[in-house]
């Protein structure tokens, strides 16, 4: 096992990128868009599932809710994993641990195994997205990073928003077996390619689980994640009080922090915190908890409850409505990574930051009576505008690491996505209930305006924070030396400074 954080000099240390750097990016990224798909695809199938299971629909809610939550869970570890063992081996078991999970759903004889079939999948997904941005930094040159993670960015946008789509299609015409038996082929091609291709030298560091560390990660993101999520999914109204799991995730993250900062002084931490001493990374991170809490809270909980509960259009034309600005977004990625890799980010993240809070502001002025094309127009106006921040932020984050950080850099931006994503969903559910009508039994148009209107000013939030990301990026090798210097001496070995 060699030091990889022996030094802040990595990245000029290290030398070119193997020949196959694109084939070994072309299989991540093809594994991470189909193990991603799957996280949404099974969300059309839970009312068919509730009748094919003879479970009620608060059990079968499980499937998607434990799928999150294992996410949120596992994430934070990935910083140590992809420290601790080889990109080929961490590859190699996410897509083992994926095809397994895959396998046992699409067998499940009842509700139980296809909930420890989902958990065993979530698993193996959460490795692969810090595994694939830990990769891409790594293999692709500085000058050129920004249009690789442009193609990250589709992977990120476009398969959780055609999951619903496609599992659409395939209930309608096969059950909901299928969407296993279909997405199964796909995970062991990419595994049987990878265990070809995926050969990535790389340095390794024997270091030791802290398992209070592991366990404080689990309970900290566990219950935050799941106490958001029962205010987001039932707006308060849950077995257990939403408030108890989030008072103690809070809690439990406090004293991993506290943890961590002092695991890290000898190089021991799970999650090592040091990015946070980049001023870049830090904006970057503040920026995307903005941009995803928009993203999933506003287009993807508010917008659909807007067109079916107000406009009164069916799902069907409601999944159409918001296909436009889910392309956008898509198709913005890598053009979007070529401007960032010409002019930096501060160009395409504040003009990103305008068009997000104008698209919010006009949902909110929009009534009953808007026309359908205006929603659709507004929509695509909100996704080029995340379009425009998405990338940059992703690129500028990781670019201020050394390199041994850049594994716990991703993790740390995976988890955020993960909670940002919860914490957008309650705000905005419990904002748009409480300005409903009392007899309502969904949110109404009153409460819905409401809830775009704190979304709108979350967005002049990230407009402001958004002047603060860096003019230029050439800053970056000293900033690096300094976060790297962070715990350490200049031998590498760890301090308490």
């Not at 969300?43 to 059990?59: F, I, K």
């Not at 050129?144 to 659409?168: D, E, F, L, Q, S």
């Not at 106006?381 to 921040?389: E, F, K, Y």
Request: net charge neutral; glycine share 10%; hydrophobic share 55%.
């Amino acid at each position: 096992m060699i030091d990889s954080a022996s030094t802040a000099t990595a990245d000029s240390e290290r030398g070119p990128a193997p020949p196959q750097a694109p084939v070994l990016i072309a299989v991540l990224v093809a594994s991470a868009f189909v193990m991603i798909l799957n996280e949404t695809i099974l969300s059309v199938a839970l009312r068919d599932l509730t009748v094919g299971l003879e479970v009620s629909t608060t059990t079968v809610q499980w499937l998607t809710s434990g799928f999150l939550l294992t996410m949120a869970v596992v994430i934070p570890t990935t910083g140590f994993l992809l420290e601790r063992f080889t990109p080929r081996q961490i590859f190699l078991a996410s897509l083992t641990l994926f095809s397994v999970g895959t396998l046992l759903s699409g067998l499940a004889p009842g509700f139980a195994v296809l909930l420890v079939g989902r958990v065993v999948q979530a698993c193996g997904t959460a490795v692969m997205l810090p595994l694939l941005m830990t990769s891409v930094m790594r293999l692709v040159p500085s000058d050129k990073r920004g249009a690789t993670m442009g193609t990250i960015t589709i992977v990120i946008a476009v398969a959780p928003a055609v999951g619903p789509t496609i599992g659409g299609a395939v209930l309608a015409s096969l059950g909901w077996r299928w969407m296993f038996w279909i997405v199964l082929p796909l995970a062991v091609l990419a595994l049987a390619i990878g265990a070809v291709w995926m050969r990535l030298d790389s340095e390794t560091r024997s270091v030791p689980l802290d398992v209070v560390s592991v366990l404080l990660s689990a309970i900290g993101f566990g219950g935050l994640l799941y106490g958001l999520s029962a205010i987001g999914e039932s707006g308060g109204e849950h077995p257990v009080p939403a408030w108890i799991p989030i008072v103690v995730g809070v809690v439990a993250l406090g004293a991993f922090v506290a943890r961590q900062i002092r695991l890290q002084r000898q190089d021991r931490a799970l999650l090592d915190l040091r990015p946070f001493s980049s001023r870049s990374f830090v904006v970057a991170l503040v920026l995307a908890a903005l941009l995803f809490m928009c993203l999933l809270g506003a287009g993807a909980i508010l917008l659909p409850l807007y067109l079916q509960t107000v406009l009164h259009v069916s799902t069907f034309v409601t999944g159409l409505a918001v296909l436009p600005g889910g392309l956008v977004l898509g198709l913005l990625g890598r053009p979007v990574g070529r401007l960032f890799d010409r002019y930096g980010a501060r160009p395409l993240v504040i003009p990103g930051a305008l068009a997000m809070v104008v698209s919010l502001l006009l949902f909110a002025i929009l009534g009953p009576g808007a026309p359908l094309a205006a929603v659709i127009a507004a929509h695509v106006l909100l996704m080029a505008g995340l379009g425009l921040m998405m990338t940059p932020l992703m690129t500028e984050s990781l670019s201020s690491l050394p390199d041994h950080l850049y594994s716990h850099g991703s993790a740390i931006l995976a988890t955020l996505q993960q909670v940002a994503g919860a914490f957008g969903t309650a705000v905005f559910v419990t904002v748009a209930s409480l300005g409903s009508a009392a007899t309502a039994s969904a949110p109404d148009a009153a409460g819905l305006r409401t809830a775009f209107f704190i979304a709108a000013g979350i967005g002049v939030l990230a407009f402001i924070t958004s002047l603060f990301v860096s003019r230029s990026s050439g800053s970056a090798e000293s900033e690096q030396e300094g976060v790297a210097g962070v715990g350490r001496d200049p031998s590498g070995a760890a301090s308490r400074s």
